[in-house]
């Protein structure tokens, strides 16, 4: 009776406690909600807005930007199906998973062999992987524009195996991909690195004194401890990979058009500012539901080990 006299004033005083740490969180709420919600409603808004007649959008209810997608209004008013918006979309997914899969091929190793370096040889390989992020990302595609083009170091050491003079490697798909790939893999290898230093070594020596070689080890050892930081770098690749505006348009040289530069055209020389957000929230609502399946996917793996 007298534990149960004492405790009862304890808990109302933590509660109290409780509710005020909570309000001690409401500035960086507001802030967050501020700077995160608030453009991703107000691109919302627009997307369901009117086009206007020069350009930008005025306030209203149409579902036009998004119908635009897949139909086009015909000289008769019907809807015709057009596929061309369809496949800059395909298109996209295409690059990015491919970009994604390359990145993570390159990555494993890299990052294994990092983690495999004695202390200070290891914080310098770290420090190299991330040099690129120290220049601005359009001067790291220039300097790819140098490498292909025409006279450029790869066309010409390509010319001593029979490649014809004047060879340019620039205005196609894969010197797109060459620049994605570029860009982002230094955000697959430091979370894949940070995974595989965590990984007790006595069971990759376990896996070998049972007779299995290298690739059995990577396979049923390596890649199943080091899943949640393989998870991590594939969504640090694949969604900003999908809304990549830079390399499509310099490396590609606008020819194969991505979501990306689909939506800056539509804000710039297209004039269509609903068409444009409505692609963007497509963009968002698919990237948050791969995020979603990812998550719950790790959620039940957890649960299940």
């Known amino acids: 009776m007298s534990d149960a006299g004492h405790a009862s004033p304890a808990v109302p005083r933590r509660r109290r406690a409780l509710n005020l740490a909570y309000l001690g969180l409401v500035p960086s709420w507001l802030l967050m909600g501020f700077a995160l919600l608030m453009p991703i409603m107000i691109v919302a808004a627009v997307s369901v807005s009117t086009r206007g007649a020069y350009g930008g959008f005025d306030?209203?209810?149409?579902?036009?930007?998004?119908?635009?997608?897949?139909?086009?209004?015909?000289?008769?008013?019907?809807?015709?199906?057009?596929?061309?918006?369809?496949?800059?979309?395909?298109r996209t997914l295409l690059l990015a998973a491919v970009t994604t899969i390359i990145c993570l091929s390159?990555?494993?190793?890299?990052?294994?062999?990092?983690?495999?370096?004695p202390a200070r040889r290891k914080s310098l390989m770290v420090y190299l992987v991330t040099l690129p992020f120290w220049m601005s990302m359009i001067l790291r595609v220039y300097a790819w524009m140098i490498i292909l083009g025409k006279d450029g170091p790869l066309p010409r050491f390509l010319e001593i195996f029979g490649a014809?003079?004047?060879?340019?490697?620039?205005?196609?798909?894969?010197?797109?991909?060459?620049?994605?790939?570029?860009?982002?893999?230094?955000?697959?290898?430091?979370?894949?690195?940070?995974?595989?230093?965590?990984?007790?070594?006595?069971l990759i020596e376990a896996a070998h004194d049972l007779y299995g070689n290298r690739w059995v080890t990577l396979r049923r050892v390596i890649l199943p401890l080091t899943a949640p930081g393989i998870a991590s770098g594939a969504i640090l690749v694949f969604v900003p990979a999908l809304g990549a505006v830079l390399e499509p348009i310099l490396m590609g040289g606008g020819k194969q058009m991505m979501m990306g530069s689909l939506i800056q055209l539509q804000f710039g020389g297209g004039r269509n500012w609903p068409f444009g957000s409505a692609i963007a929230v497509m963009l968002l609502v698919f990237v948050m539901i791969v995020l979603i399946v990812l998550a719950r996917r790790a959620a039940l793996n957890e649960a299940t080990t």
């Open 59 to 90: 306030w209203g209810f149409d579902l036009t930007g998004y119908r635009q997608i897949l139909f086009n209004e015909g000289w008769t008013g019907e809807m015709e199906f057009t596929p061309q918006y369809l496949m800059i979309i395909l």
């Open 106 to 117: 390159l990555a494993v190793p890299v990052a294994y062999y990092i983690a495999q370096q």
């Open 164 to 202: 014809p003079q004047g060879l340019s490697l620039m205005y196609n798909d894969g010197a797109t991909l060459a620049a994605m790939v570029y860009t982002y893999i230094p955000l697959m290898v430091l979370p894949v690195f940070a995974s595989i230093e965590k990984l007790d070594g006595t």
